[in-house]
């Protein structure tokens, strides 16, 4: 397993990006997307997510309604886990 201070979607790491059977299921109604995810881990600001894990976060534009209410800005986090050299598991939260 890679050192937790790699960080997810190192500069210069090949990433293969696996997602659970719920993560898949809950994207949509979540509101993100796999290619969202995939940003996030290329280009996201880095941050520590507890337990021995990293996280990602990128913010995007929306000017959507959500829940009743209006936002004009979402944020995408990803959780990292590392499994190998160049595999990670993912949760995401959309806020």
């Known amino acids: 397993m890679a050192p937790p201070t790699r960080g997810c979607g190192a500069s210069g790491s090949r990433l293969v990006i696996r997602f659970s059977s719920h ?3 809950r994207m949509g ?3 993100t ?3 969202e995810i995939a940003e996030v881990l290329a280009k996201g600001l880095p941050d520590v997510a507890g337990a021995g894990r990293q996280a990602k976060s990128l913010i995007y534009p929306f ?3 959500w ?3 209006t936002y004009e800005q ?3 986090r990803v959780i990292c886990i590392h499994d190998g050299e160049d595999t990670v598991g993912v949760t995401v939260y959309v806020y």
Do not use: F, Q, Y
């Open 29 to 31: 109604p979540r509101g």
């Open 33 to 35: 997307s796999e290619e």
């Open 74 to 76: 979402k944020k995408v």
């Open 23 to 25: 993560a898949r299921t």
């Open 63 to 65: 000017g959507r309604t």
């Open 67 to 69: 829940s009743r209410r």
